[in-house]
């Protein structure tokens, strides 16, 4: 499965942005979907994730309440909705679709697709 993030951008504290992960090659309704980041000098970071049913969503304690993780299937995408976003929340973030076991979400060698990435930058 090959995916294309896009959606990011510059935006003031307290703003919402709206990423999208469109999917192609292979249905997204077979895979775990997810999101990653990565700041300048840091390590990759896990942002949330989407059971292959869409029925369960896991969230890094950092975004939980703010961020929300969904799929439409029909459309094969993914989407981040951010809100409240901070300036701590700039970073690179990265889709990523695979079939880690349910211990692993949160663990970035579970998956073995990944996007190629779009910037979010909250200004202070």
């Known amino acids: 499965v090959q995916l294309q993030a896009s959606g990011g951008g510059l935006v003031q504290a307290g703003g919402s942005l709206r990423l999208s992960c469109a999917a192609s090659?292979?249905?997204?309704?077979?895979?775990?979907m997810g999101w990653f980041r990565q700041a300048p000098g840091k390590e990759r970071e896990f942002v949330a994730a989407l059971s292959w049913s869409g029925g369960n969503t896991y969230y890094a304690d950092s975004v939980k309440a703010r961020f929300t993780i969904s799929r439409d299937n029909a459309k094969n995408t993914v989407y981040l909705q951010m809100n409240s976003l901070k300036p701590e929340d700039t970073a690179v973030y990265y889709c990523v679709a695979g079939k880690p076991i349910l211990s692993s979400y949160r663990d970035y060698r579970g998956y073995n697709a990944w996007g190629q990435g779009t910037q979010v930058t909250v200004s202070s």
């Open positions: 090659g292979r249905t997204i309704s077979r895979y775990v």
